[in-house]
């Protein structure tokens, strides 16, 4: 058993709340340990919380459990690292294509700190391309989006926040 | 204080905050004036559970390592002392479901009542605003756990602060109503501020080793940061007087007994219940 297998089957496992992106696409897999010892291999994985509250975290966790185990790996353990925090700079530009075909809009910043108290940015609609959109509610049916709507084609869309 | 207890104590307190003012906001859950809102609340009161949650798994460490004596005497709760006896280590579920009401160190302003919306968005503001400095500040701890603890949560703070700037913003500029009701919560919940920059024992030993801060030095800052979003608001700056203080110390409202009444219950009456 390898590292690069490992992440291979790690690529199966989709994110419950976003099903259109891997654990891979959204970078919080940082780190596979694999050891061997007369009681068998035994995988490490290390994760990151995208939010320190988000329940996707266990399902996501469990996931890999159940992907691992389908390619033999019965024994795993699951580590959460919370520094660095995590942020959606990790995601992959793949990543970022698939959620916008999904019709999430997504993250097109580097850091979120550039943003002043009030200040707001521009979000392109991912249906209809018009930049003419308007924040709704930073806060979405889930920690990572923020509910907006395009002034254009007149349809709401989520946003995935620059974290 | 040892310095252990000490540490013990403070991220309890850093927890309990996050606990109930999480229970606070979640109480909105199905209430709120429109769904965005109702929706913005319990995503903020996810992140604060979240954050205690991670802050609980390590103080039951840190408190499982403690000579036996300490852990036996630490907390009055029976059902604790229980499981101190027989050598079981504790864990976050314990810590909050299990412990009592003056073993709880959170600032007495998280405990405070929804009220109205203006007393549930002043409350947020004056969390948040202090969060936005001390979150920063923790960032720098020499303990890693509630250094990186901190730097996750300090991204969510800023969402936090957002949100409840822009409503006092909303309600404080907006009609005569809301800015007459916006203006009472800020005055009678300012009495509450004091106590985020008051030090007690523990805040004193956790920052001589450099693993706290001094809270008094952040306070300039923090009414600057408050006076600026006032001045947006139009509302006029509550003048400093006596300030409420007790809950880092355990001493509490009347309001945290009902939340634990509710919080607490399942796991007393039904000890070890899962679902």
């Known amino acids: 058993m390898t590292k690069e297998e490992v992440l291979g089957w790690l690529a199966d496992v989709t994110d419950p709340e976003v099903p259109a992106l891997t654990i891979l696409d959204l970078g919080i897999v940082r780190d596979i340990q694999i050891s061997e010892n007369n009681e068998g291999t035994t995988v490490k994985v290390w994760i990151t919380p995208t939010y320190s509250g988000c329940p996707a975290m266990d399902v996501i966790a469990i996931g890999i459990r159940m992907a691992l185990a389908g390619h033999g790996a019965h024994k795993v353990e699951i580590e959460q690292q919370m520094s660095p925090a995590w942020t959606t700079d990790w995601m992959t530009e793949d990543g970022k294509r698939k959620l916008k075909e999904y019709g999430i809009a997504p993250p097109n910043r580097k850091a979120f700190q550039s943003l002043g108290l009030f200040e707001e940015e521009v979000i392109a609609c991912p249906r209809c391309g018009s930049e003419d959109t308007e924040l709704v509610s930073q806060f979405g049916p889930t920690s990572c989006k923020a509910l907006y709507k395009c002034l254009t084609c007149k349809e709401p869309f989520e946003h995935f926040k620059c974290h | ?275």
Request: net charge negative.
């Open chain 2, 1 to 275: 204080m040892n310095d252990q207890k000490a540490l013990l104590q403070y991220t309890l307190r850093l927890a309990d905050d996050g606990l109930i003012l999480g229970h606070r906001l979640g109480e909105w859950c199905g209430h709120g004036p429109i769904l965005e809102q109702d929706i913005a609340l319990t995503n903020t009161s996810l992140d604060h559970l979240g954050r205690a949650r991670s802050l609980y798994q390590y103080a039951a460490a840190v408190f499982n390592a403690l000579p036996v004596a300490d852990k036996a005497a630490f907390f009055t709760s029976v059902a604790i002392q229980k499981e101190v006896a027989e050598e079981t280590a504790i864990d976050e579920d314990d810590l909050a479901y299990l412990r009592d009401g003056w073993d709880y160190r959170n600032v007495l302003l998280v405990e405070q009542p929804n009220q109205d919306w203006a007393y549930t968005v002043a409350r947020s503001f004056f969390y948040d605003s202090f969060n936005s400095l001390f979150f920063k500040e923790l960032s720098k701890s020499t303990d890693q756990t509630l250094a990186s603890i901190a730097e996750k949560s300090l991204k969510e703070v800023t969402y936090h602060l957002r949100w409840s700037s822009e409503w006092c913003v909303r309600l404080g500029d907006g009609t005569d109503e809301s800015h007459a009701r916006m203006q009472q919560a800020i005055n009678e919940l300012w009495a509450y501020t004091g106590e985020l920059f008051t030090m007690n024992d523990a805040d004193a030993a956790v920052a001589a080793q450099g693993i706290g801060m001094d809270l008094a030095a952040l306070r300039p800052q923090w009414k600057e940061l408050v006076t600026s979003v006032f001045e947006e608001a139009t509302m006029a700056m509550p003048t400093d007087a006596w300030m409420h203080k007790g809950g880092k110390d355990g001493r509490h409202t009347e309001y945290l007994g009902y939340i634990l009444a509710e919080l607490q219950f399942v796991q007393r009456a039904y000890p070890g219940m899962e679902w």
